[in-house]
């Protein structure tokens, strides 16, 4: 299937693909909002890259960040970008709405899984509405909404601030996942209590998977001392590459795994 690469209306594509992965801390999350391959978001980086010699980006588990060359390349391309909007509607003559921007916040799972369509369908409704959005853990994306510094906050567990109201966005499912050769790989389910004898993986602090796993223990009448915590991690995919490499279990939200139960 053809990728719908609109470079074609937007000039300076590298500079544009290199905000939006900076943006949503993925190189897939950029492709499938700039509806590209991630091969040519890859391909558009490097590119960059080799133009100033440096890199940009730095991988930490399933996620990209700036180093502090893309950190400078990000805000001088913010600038060449609205300048180009601007000066693209004054030479077509072209009456358009004035530009805005639009400041979110978003933690992984919402981040990674939710918002590249959500902001593809928003882009191609509000073309000129510029968003940015800053990933991290649940509690740090409704600090950013509490201080004002974002508009609005996608997170995986409610607020309990009384300065912030949640809407019900989408649902989610904890699951557990193991090796395909773990003797559990075929039950369909398993105990609460049964995890106790086992060493588990969980999200760091803050975490709104973190937050929903701790609160179904309460309920099961259990506690974090009841576990055998072999690791503590800020990202999905390093758990899942723990897990693949036989170092403990993980609780995970369904949607960091379909894509490795799609695949078997």
Same mark, same amino acid.
């Given at each position: 299937?053809?990728?719908?690469?609109?470079?074609?209306?937007?000039?300076?594509?590298? &500079?544009?693909?290199?905000?939006?992965?900076?943006?949503?801390?993925?190189?897939?999350?950029?492709?499938?909002?700039?509806?590209?391959?991630?091969?040519?978001?890859?391909?558009?980086?490097?590119?960059?890259?080799?133009?100033?010699?440096?890199?940009? $980006? /730095?991988? +930490?588990?399933?996620? *990209?960040?700036?180093?502090?060359?893309? +950190?400078?390349?990000?805000?001088?391309?913010?600038?060449?970008?609205?300048?180009?909007?601007?000066? /693209?509607?004054?030479?077509?003559?072209?009456?358009?709405?004035?530009?805005?921007?639009?400041?979110?916040?978003? !933690?992984?799972?919402?981040? =990674?899984? &939710?918002?590249?369509?959500?902001?593809?369908? $928003?882009? +191609?409704?509000?073309?000129?509405?510029? *968003?940015?959005?800053? *990933?991290? %853990?649940?509690? !740090?994306?409704?600090?950013?909404?509490?201080?004002?510094?974002?508009?609005?906050?996608?997170?995986?567990?409610?607020? %309990?601030?009384?300065?912030? =109201?949640?809407?019900?966005?989408?649902?989610?499912?904890?699951?557990?996942?193991?090796?395909?050769?773990?003797?559990? !790989?075929?039950?369909?389910?398993?105990?609460?209590?049964?995890?106790?004898?086992?060493?588990?993986?969980? /999200?760091?602090?803050?975490?709104?998977?973190? %937050?929903?796993?701790?609160?179904?223990?309460?309920?099961?009448?259990?506690?974090?001392? %009841?576990?055998?915590?072999?690791?503590?991690?800020?990202?999905? =995919?390093?758990?899942?590459?723990?897990?693949? +490499?036989?170092?403990?279990?993980?609780?995970?939200?369904?949607?960091? *795994?379909?894509? =490795?139960?799609?695949?078997?």
């Amino acid at each position: 299937m053809a990728e719908m690469d609109r470079s074609e209306h937007e000039p300076l594509p590298h &500079l544009g693909t290199s905000c939006k992965a900076a943006e949503l801390s993925s190189f897939t999350g950029a492709a499938e909002a700039l509806g590209l391959t991630q091969a040519t978001v890859s391909q558009r980086i490097q590119a960059l890259e080799r133009t100033l010699g440096k890199p940009l $980006f /730095r991988r +930490r588990g399933g996620r *990209v960040l700036l180093i502090e060359a893309g +950190r400078t390349l990000y805000e001088y391309a913010q600038q060449i970008l609205d300048l180009h909007r601007q000066a /693209r509607r004054v030479v077509s003559g072209q009456e358009t709405r004035a530009d805005a921007e639009l400041h979110l916040a978003a !933690s992984t799972i919402p981040g =990674e899984h &939710l918002l590249p369509a959500l902001l593809s369908d $928003f882009a +191609r409704r509000h073309s000129h509405i510029h *968003v940015r959005v800053a *990933v991290g %853990d649940s509690s !740090s994306v409704m600090a950013q909404v509490e201080r004002g510094e974002v508009a609005l906050g996608l997170v995986g567990r409610k607020a %309990d601030s009384l300065h912030l =109201e949640s809407r019900h966005l989408a649902s989610d499912r904890m699951v557990l996942v193991v090796p395909p050769n773990h003797p559990w !790989s075929q039950r369909k389910r398993v105990s609460v209590r049964q995890l106790g004898d086992h060493p588990l993986i969980l /999200r760091e602090v803050g975490s709104g998977l973190r %937050d929903c796993f701790e609160k179904s223990l309460e309920r099961a009448g259990l506690s974090r001392p %009841d576990l055998r915590v072999a690791l503590e991690l800020g990202s999905n =995919e390093a758990i899942k590459q723990a897990v693949q +490499r036989g170092v403990g279990m993980a609780v995970l939200s369904i949607y960091a *795994v379909r894509k =490795e139960i799609q695949s078997g």
